[in-house]
């Protein structure tokens, strides 16, 4: 399964939620509400990193 996020928000907010996890913040068989709101307009200002292809982020 693929959960697309941005780099900017969503991102952040996803590895802060996957860091909590890995540290055992949560209980095995806990239950997680990860709220994902959109932010995948600004995939388009990482484009070139979003496909590998490097170079510059749009200011």
Avoid: C, N, W
Wanted: proline letters at 7%; glycine letters at 18%; a negative charge.
């Amino acid at each position: 399964m693929l959960i697309q996020l941005d780099l900017v928000y969503t991102g952040k907010i996803m590895a802060g939620l996957m860091g909590l996890a890995r540290a055992g913040e949560f209980a095995p068989g806990e239950r997680v509400l990860f709220i994902h709101t959109g932010g995948l307009p600004s995939l388009h200002a990482f484009e070139g990193v979003v496909l590998g292809q490097g170079g510059p982020v749009a200011p």
